[in-house]
Every structure is written in C-alpha cells, then in structure tokens.
C-alpha cells in the first residue's frame, strides 16, 4: 500500500462509525509487518504536515486505530521478521508525532484534564496503545534492549516539549514504565532502567519552568502508581 492511499484511508472516514467494515479491516490486515511498520513511521514522522487537512477528532479516530491495543496494526513491531531499524523508527517517531502534530492541538493549561478526543489520545498514548515496556519484555523480540532504551528517549525529550498535555503524557508514561521495568525485567538492565527514570523524572521536577501542578504528578508518577 501506498502512503498517500494509507493516509487517506486512516484519516478519511465519518467520525460517527466506529469500527471499519470488513473491507477495510481486509486492506489493512493483510499488508506484511514491514509494510505495515513504514507506514506507521512515516504518519508519525510526517504528522505536522499530512495530517493538518484533518480534524482533531479524525486524528484521534485515525491515531487510534492505528495504535490502540484492541487493534493489530501496531502490534506488528513485535513480529520477529520486522527489522530492528522498522521498529526504531516507529519509536522514535513518536516523538515527531507529539512534537509537530500533538503539542500543537492538545490544551496547554498544566491543571487542565484531558477532555477532547485528541487530548485523550495524546494522554493514554502509553497506557492504552501496543507500544509500551511491557509490551517490549512480553514480546519475543530480540532487541528489547535497544528499543526500551529508544522509548526511554521518547519519554525523556517528549518532557522537553512546551506543552502541557504532552508532558503529562510523558509523565504519565515515565510511571507505568517504572512499574513495567519493576515488574517485568531483571538484572542490571533493570536497576540501569529504573536508575534513568529517576533521573529524567528528578531532572523534570527541578526545572523552574516546571509547574507545580505537573510536578506533583511527576513525583507520584514516580512511585510507579500513576493514574
């Protein structure tokens, strides 16, 4: 499938259904990992350009089905014929898709829950979709190392990003991989993993641009308990 096709596809569709019907389901479902992967990193990489003809609701409707658990199309970054490069880019451009796209359509204001659709894609991002930690240790991959490290980044530079939703998404990332590390890792990967957290979520709290209201989040975050 063609990029300009998937887009269009993804994007193109009446806000008031819910689920693609069986046609769709069999155009998407059938491509292979790598196909599938390319794509996906090229809408995050490309989203501060090609998805701005887009309402925030079609992002958030096409986003998700794109990302979200219950769905299959990300879920191929733990097929073990994806390449490792197809996988990092996929990671990586999740912070291109918060930089360009998200961070300039979610709510700014720091004490502010997530309301509309895109601010609540944006939030649950690593709680609700494929990508996570956990999702990484549970797989039968065999560059878990390399792709926690690279989501650790995402997190750390996604804290980086002058708006206040995208932080606390990022946040809210930061303490579910504290838990995911605790729970599912071991060794000095594990100790080296949660060491780093720590410091990014340490380093964030000391800022003076830091807003109270996200600071105590962080700090909780920290705990690995975060909602």
């Known amino acids: 499938m063609q990029y300009d096709e998937w887009i269009n596809a993804i994007f193109t569709w009446n806000t008031s259904d819910t689920e693609w019907d069986e046609e769709r ?5 059938s491509l292979s990992s790598g196909n599938v992967l390319d ?3 090229a809408t995050f990489t490309m989203a501060g350009k090609d998805l701005r003809p887009f309402s925030d609701e079609q992002i958030a409707l096409g986003l998700n089905s794109i990302t979200n658990e219950t769905e299959e199309l990300l ?39 997530a309301e509309n659709p895109l ?10 979709s494929a990508l ?15 792709l926690v490290d690279v989501i650790l980044d995402v997190l750390e530079n996604t804290l980086n990003i002058p708006n206040a939703m995208c932080q606390r998404a990022a ?15 071991e060794g000095q990967s594990r100790t080296d993993w949660l060491q780093r957290i720590y410091e ?5 709290c000391a800022l003076s641009t830091t807003h109270t209201s996200l ?6 975050a920290r705990t690995g308990m975060v909602n």
């Open 25 to 29: 389901n069999d155009q998407f479902f």
């Open 119 to 128: 601010d609540i894609y944006a939030y649950m991002f690593w709680d609700a």
């Open 75 to 113: 879920y191929k970054i733990y097929d073990v014929g994806a390449k490792t490069s197809q996988r990092l880019a996929v990671i990586n451009g999740v912070y291109l898709l918060y930089r360009d796209c998200l961070a300039l359509r979610c709510g700014n204001e720091p004490e502010a829950e």
């Open 215 to 220: 600071k105590k989040y962080a700090r909780q």
């Open 171 to 185: 946040i809210h990332g930061l303490g579910h991989s504290i838990f995911n590390v605790r729970t599912y890792s």
């Open 39 to 41: 794509l996906i990193a």
């Open 132 to 146: 996570s930690i956990y999702g990484v240790l549970a797989s039968n991959v065999e560059d878990k190392e390399a």
């Open 200 to 204: 990014i979520i340490d380093g964030y």
